[in-house]
């Protein structure tokens, strides 16, 4: 899928400024940071050029911790399952500065990191314990050429019974006839490695604590209910967006430390308004031009919420990024507008797809409007170093914080 935006970059943007986040409070990573194989195979993969030696340049340089590597669902995603303990503590070894938990509520309205309200049947072995009795809708065997479906929800279960559950993989067998295959679709270029045994689930609360405990920042997600609002008859929307933010006050939180993420512009604008705070950090995250045809418009929004007080903007990757007539990636029009009105952009999710080489025969969310400069694997140092240089982007959320602690740590980038 391609779009036709006129690229203003040319010329235009010179030299890329590196903007710091707000200044640590009390707030100091306590694990060394090691980057394994990854970075030095990636760079070896890349097109000769500047680039490249200067990455070259920097394989023996000592790992750090940099706020500039955003961890997605823990940051080692590609491997380990999602917002689990086990995936926070790999991300934090690679150098992630900052911690995702994806908050959604439970039947006893406590606040748990799943990535969905409504993803347990793909992301935990809820099928294969007592509890999928409990699920919205049961498991039900693929038949007669029609999938195998389940739906299971954080809030069809209290937290102690989220406790009882192990994290996986996320991906299902849309074939199986029993539970226990539906439970088996992690894609081939991702491993069970570390998901055969029992991922640690945990609540919000926990995360607070764990992530505190590993002296770094937090961005928790205000995820969109799966079921109608209010909940229960009295639990609204208001409530839900203030019990995140007094999780962080009542654990003691500098403000400063935490930048809450939604996808709903009235949930930001709550913030703003009743937690100015925690609202100055709030990131929006913008998913309304996932098409040629819609993507315009995500573009003009920008003055919109710009004059509504939103600081932060966070687009997926493809908004940033197009490619010149010789497919080279460079800064888009959606770009181009949120650093003219003076945005913090923080983008998502770098290493969430398959091998380049695959994307670029197969197409890919995360670079569809760039498909024509992505050919392999290297490329992913190109895609980074235009995100930092010319779109002077804060953050990145990668599945495998590695790939870019390096990059930060290479050009310095604190
Ligand atoms: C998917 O389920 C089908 C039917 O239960 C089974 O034959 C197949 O081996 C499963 N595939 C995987 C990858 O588990
Ligand atoms: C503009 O923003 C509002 C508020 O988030 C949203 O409802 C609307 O769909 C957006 N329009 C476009 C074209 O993105
Ligand atoms: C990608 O390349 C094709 C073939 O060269 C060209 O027709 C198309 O316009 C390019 N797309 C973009 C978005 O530049």
Same mark, same amino acid.
């Given at each position: 899928?391609?779009?036709?935006?006129?690229?203003?970059?040319?010329?235009?943007?010179?030299?890329?400024?590196?903007?710091?986040?707000?200044?640590?409070?009390?707030?100091?990573?306590?694990?060394?940071?090691?980057?394994?194989?990854?970075?030095?195979?990636?760079?070896?993969?890349?097109?000769?050029?500047?680039?490249?030696?200067?990455?070259?340049?920097?394989?023996?340089? +000592?790992?750090?911790?940099?706020?500039?590597?955003?961890?997605?669902?823990?940051?080692?995603?590609?491997?380990?399952?999602?917002?689990?303990?086990?995936?926070?503590?790999?991300?934090?070894?690679?150098?992630?500065?900052?911690?995702?938990?994806?908050?959604?509520?439970?039947?006893?309205?406590?606040?748990?990191?799943?990535?969905?309200?409504?993803?347990?049947?793909?992301?935990?072995?809820?099928?294969?314990?007592?509890?999928?009795?409990?699920?919205?809708?049961?498991?039900?065997?693929?038949?007669?050429?029609?999938?195998?479906?389940?739906?299971?929800?954080?809030?069809?279960? /209290?937290?102690?019974?989220?406790?009882?559950?192990?994290?996986?993989?996320?991906?299902?067998?849309?074939?199986?006839?029993?539970? +226990?295959?539906?439970?088996?679709?992690?894609?081939?270029?991702?491993? @069970?490695?570390?998901? +055969?045994?029992?991922?640690?689930?945990?609540?919000?609360?926990?995360?607070?604590?764990?992530?505190?405990?590993?002296?770094?920042?937090?961005?928790?997600?205000?995820?969109?209910?799966?079921?109608?609002?209010?909940?229960?008859?009295?639990?609204?929307?208001?409530?839900?967006?203030?019990?995140?933010?007094?999780?962080?006050?009542?654990?003691?939180?500098?403000?400063?430390?935490?930048?809450?993420?939604?996808?709903?512009?009235?949930?930001?604008?709550?913030?703003?308004?009743? +937690?100015?705070?925690?609202?100055?950090?709030?990131?929006?995250?913008?998913?309304?031009?996932?098409?040629?045809?819609?993507?315009?418009?995500?573009?003009?929004?920008?003055?919109?919420?710009?004059?509504?007080?939103?600081?932060?903007?966070?687009?997926?990757?493809?908004?940033?990024?197009? /490619?010149?007539? @010789?497919?080279?990636?460079?800064?888009?029009?959606?770009?181009?507008?949120?650093?003219?009105?003076?945005?913090?952009?923080?983008?998502?999710?770098?290493?969430?797809?398959?091998?380049?080489?695959?994307?670029?025969?197969?197409?890919?969310?995360?670079? !569809?409007? !760039?498909?024509?400069?992505?050919?392999?694997?290297?490329?992913?140092?190109?895609?980074?170093?235009?995100?930092?240089?010319?779109?002077?982007?804060?953050?990145?959320?990668?599945?495998?914080?590695?790939?870019?602690?390096?990059?930060? @740590?290479?050009?310095?980038?604190?």
């Amino acid at each position: 899928m391609h779009i036709q935006v006129v690229s203003l970059a040319t010329g235009l943007i010179a030299v890329a400024q590196v903007v710091g986040a707000a200044p640590a409070a009390k707030c100091k990573p306590k694990r060394n940071v090691e980057l394994g194989p990854r970075p030095e195979y990636l760079i070896r993969d890349m097109d000769d050029g500047p680039l490249k030696d200067k990455l070259s340049s920097c394989l023996d340089q +000592e790992a750090k911790t940099s706020k500039f590597s955003i961890g997605h669902r823990g940051g080692a995603v590609l491997q380990f399952p999602e917002e689990t303990v086990e995936s926070f503590v790999a991300g934090t070894r690679m150098g992630a500065g900052i911690q995702e938990c994806d908050v959604a509520f439970t039947a006893d309205r406590e606040l748990v990191c799943r990535h969905a309200q409504c993803d347990l049947h793909t992301t935990t072995n809820i099928l294969v314990t007592p509890l999928a009795a409990k699920c919205t809708t049961p498991f039900t065997p693929a038949a007669d050429g029609k999938p195998a479906t389940a739906r299971c929800c954080t809030s069809d279960i /209290t937290l102690v019974e989220y406790k009882t559950l192990c994290g996986k993989m996320d991906g299902y067998n849309a074939s199986a006839t029993t539970p +226990e295959d539906f439970l088996d679709g992690t894609a081939d270029w991702r491993t @069970n490695l570390y998901s +055969e045994q029992c991922g640690t689930v945990l609540s919000h609360k926990e995360f607070i604590e764990l992530v505190d405990d590993m002296g770094l920042e937090f961005t928790p997600e205000l995820k969109l209910p799966d079921v109608e609002m209010p909940y229960d008859g009295d639990y609204t929307q208001e409530m839900y967006a203030q019990q995140m933010i007094d999780e962080y006050k009542e654990a003691g939180i500098d403000p400063a430390r935490v930048w809450p993420q939604s996808f709903v512009f009235s949930d930001v604008a709550y913030w703003l308004a009743h +937690e100015p705070e925690f609202g100055r950090q709030a990131v929006l995250l913008d998913d309304k031009g996932n098409t040629p045809q819609t993507f315009p418009g995500a573009i003009a929004n920008l003055s919109f919420y710009k004059e509504s007080g939103v600081q932060v903007i966070a687009p997926p990757l493809p908004y940033l990024v197009t /490619t010149d007539e @010789n497919d080279n990636y460079v800064p888009s029009e959606y770009a181009i507008t949120a650093k003219e009105l003076g945005f913090k952009i923080i983008t998502w999710s770098l290493e969430r797809s398959p091998p380049l080489k695959r994307v670029a025969e197969e197409g890919d969310y995360y670079y !569809m409007y !760039m498909l024509n400069g992505t050919k392999h694997d290297g490329d992913l140092y190109e895609l980074v170093d235009v995100l930092s240089r010319e779109i002077s982007v804060l953050g990145i959320f990668s599945d495998w914080s590695a790939t870019v602690t390096y990059y930060a @740590n290479c050009f310095g980038i604190l």
